[in-house]
């Protein structure tokens, strides 16, 4: 039995969606444990690709029991599409369980995200405007929805009578808007929940008796480290625990049965939104990134912000996270460069920092300090063996390894499952 935490290292968008498909085939239970769907998991088998929001990857996998678990905010109409999208993919969907302590994002979430953001201006955070933070206010304010609270339509009449008075009392007060109707909401969430009955489970319960039996369990985070409520660039950060301790909260395991934590991280690094980015490239090599890296959000189809690694945010997620091993994407991206350059440290104000600050004005402030690395002017997509890398490759790899302190156990070259080279094995 083993369970591993897989987490992303950046500021999300590294290709967790392609690592957790790889390991979900030796996985036998794949948790997803926050988030919502304002994060999206590409995946390429074959010549086909799958955009999933909310579902487990693994699902892709006959046979494999994927979990959303209780520390995801679930938007029922974006799940039932989701089901609906599998479906007509001929990709069964049985094997699908749902955290019945998983709360809801209703109507008013959406619109008070998307409210709230356009409210803040040249302030912005750079929301997605799916209702996510708004859904996780109200769960740390108890006034949230669970899956399990609209299998009883007594109870939630109760609830979402308190709620409905109270949110359509502030969205005309302070947004002038009218509100939402009681009997629509209310017939239409109640439909939901009959639909999501036969999927229903109590997460800890199934995942401890899994981990009991012997089973290899997968937790896949959405967005990254550095979007972390607690440990991001707050508060340009998303509204949940991206970073490994949320799995044990989320999933409802105990951490000293975490065996290990996977960090992912590009080659490079992006961001999608505002916030500040020390080693975001405004040129032509910023532009050769995004074109040759396809960044574009899963979600919101926004262009990402692309720039040069940096070892300095990296070193961070290692500490926060516990990253016992790193799986290294998007290598082939950066084929065509004469030379490719590392983030080592951060100059501010005359003085070198070698850690990451916590201040956001500071890190907004620090200029990047580079090592320069020969490229290796080679195609690496079709390499499918660390060992027949370009000499250039290998020494990014090695160098990456030595500035974290961490080995590489995977190295993927392209989005296809055969573009991936496995150094260690990971279960």
Known sequence: MSAVVLVGAQWGDEGKGKVTDFLAKKADVICRYQGGNNAGHTVVVGDKTYKLHLIPSGILYPGKSCIIGNGVVLDPLVLFKELEYLQQNNIESDALKISANAHLIMPYHRLLDELQEEKRGEFKIGTTKRGIGPCYMDKVSRLGIRVIDIMDAEEFKEILERNLEEKNFFLNRIYGHKGFDFNEMYETYLDYGQKMQPYLVDCSLFINKAYNDGKDILFEGAQGTLLDVDHGTYP??????????????????????????????????????????????????????????????????????????????????????????????????????????????????????????????????????????????????????????????????????ELVKVKVNIVSTGPGREQTMVLDKIF
Do not use: H
């Open 236 to 401: 340009f950060v998303t509204s949940s625990n991206p970073t490994s301790g949320g799995a044990a909260i989320g999933a409802g395991i105990g951490p000293t049965k975490i065996k290990g934590v996977l960090g992912v991280v590009k080659a490079y690094t992006t961001r999608v939104g505002e916030g500040p980015f020390p080693t975001e490239l405004k040129d032509s090599i910023g532009e050769q990134l995004l074109k040759a890296g396809q960044e574009f959000g899963t979600t919101t189809g926004r262009a990402r912000r692309c720039g040069w690694f940096d070892a300095i945010i990296l070193r961070y997620s290692v500490r926060i996270n516990g990253i016992s091993s790193l799986a290294v994407t998007k290598l082939d991206v950066l084929d065509g460069l004469d030379t490719i350059k590392i983030c080592v440290g951060y100059k501010y104000k005359g003085e070198m920092l070698k850690e990451f600050p916590q201040s956001i004005k500071k890190l907004s402030s620090c200029e990047p300090v580079y090592e320069t690395l020969p490229g290796w002017k080679q195609v690496t997509s079709q390499i499918n063996e660390y060992k027949k890398l370009p000499p250039n490759a290998k020494r990014y790899i090695e160098r990456i390894e």
